[in-house]
C-alpha cells in the first residue's frame, strides 16, 4: 500500500463523515491504514474508536490545509455569508411531515426548502434521519438550528395533531391534483414519503387531498426533495 495524499485523505474522511457510497464505513479503516504510512504519521491523526463527528471533521479539515485547500462547502454547515439574521415574515402556518425517507441529503435539503417558503414547523417520523445527522446538517446548511422540528413515533399521531389544530392533510404524491390548480387551505400540514414507495395508503386515506407535479417528460416522478421545492414554490 502506497503512501496517500493529504488530500486524498481529506476525502476519505469526508466519505466517512457524508455517508457517502455502500462501504463509507470502511473508508474510515481505510484511512487509518493509508495516515500511518505516512512519513508525518503521527498517533493523534489515528481515528480508532474515537469517531465522534468534530474529532472526524477536524481531521477533515487538517488534510485539506495540508494539501492548500479550503475546506469543500457542504462539510461546512450553518449560518452562511448572504443569510438573514431574521426572516422576512413571520413563519407561516405551514407543516411537513417527512416519512420514512432513506436519505439524510433529501431531508436535510427539504429543511432548507421549507426554511426558504416560509414554513413554519417540519416533522419526523419513520426512519427518517434525525436532525444531528452529519449529511442532513450539510443540506440544511443551519436551517435544522431554528426551524422547529419534532420527532413522532407514528406519523398518525403527527397526522391527528394537526386535523386537531385546524390544518388541512395534504399528500405530495403522483396520481392526484395538479399543484397548479389545487387550493392550498390556510394552514395545512403536507406529507412527503418514501423515495421508492412514496406516501403509505394508511396516511393517503388520511387525507383531505393529493397535490401533484405534472410530468412531461419520460420519467413518471420527480426526487422528493426536488418534488417539495416545486410544490412549496406554488403555494400562492
Not at 512519513?39 to 491523526?45: I, K, L, M, T
Not at 426554511?115 to 452529519?134: A, I, K, M, Q, R
Not at 405530495?172 to 390556510?186: A, H, M, V, Y
Amino acid at each position: 500500500m502506497k503512501p496517500i495524499s493529504p488530500k486524498s485523505l481529506a476525502e476519505l474522511l469526508r466519505n466517512y463523515i457524508l455517508r457517502i457510497g455502500k462501504d463509507w464505513e470502511s473508508a474510515a479503516k481505510d484511512y487509518d491504514k493509508r495516515v500511518a504510512l505516512r512519513e508525518d504519521f503521527e498517533p493523534e491523526f489515528l481515528i480508532g474508536s474515537s469517531t465522534q463527528h468534530k474529532r472526524v471533521l477536524d481531521l477533515y479539515l487538517h488534510w485539506r490545509r495540508a494539501a492548500g485547500l479550503e475546506p469543500e462547502r457542504d462539510m461546512l454547515a450553518g449560518k452562511e455569508d448572504g443569510d438573514r439574521d431574521s426572516p422576512l415574515c413571520k413563519p407561516l402556518p405551514y407543516a411537513v411531515l417527512i416519512h420514512n425517507l432513506r436519505s439524510a441529503h433529501n431531508t436535510g435539503s427539504i429543511f432548507r426548502t421549507a426554511d426558504c417558503f416560509g414554513f413554519s414547523e417540519v416533522n419526523l417520523s419513520g426512519y427518517t434521519p434525525s436532525t444531528e445527522h452529519p449529511a442532513l446538517k450539510s443540506t440544511a446548511r443551519g436551517c435544522e438550528t431554528w426551524l422547529k422540528s419534532r420527532r413522532w413515533e407514528s406519523p398518525l399521531d403527527c397526522i391527528n395533531f394537526y386535523k386537531e389544530q385546524g390544518y388541512g392533510i395534504i399528500a405530495l404524491e403522483t396520481g392526484g391534483q395538479s399543484i397548479k390548480s389545487l387550493e392550498w387551505p390556510p394552514k395545512f400540514l403536507l406529507i412527503v414519503g418514501n423515495e421508492e414507495l412514496g406516501v403509505a395508503k394508511e396516511l393517503l386515506d388520511k387525507c383531505d387531498g393529493i397535490a401533484s407535479i405534472q410530468m412531461k417528460g419520460r420519467k413518471a416522478s420527480l426526487n422528493v426533495s426536488c418534488a417539495f421545492a416545486v410544490a412549496a414554490a406554488s403555494i400562492p
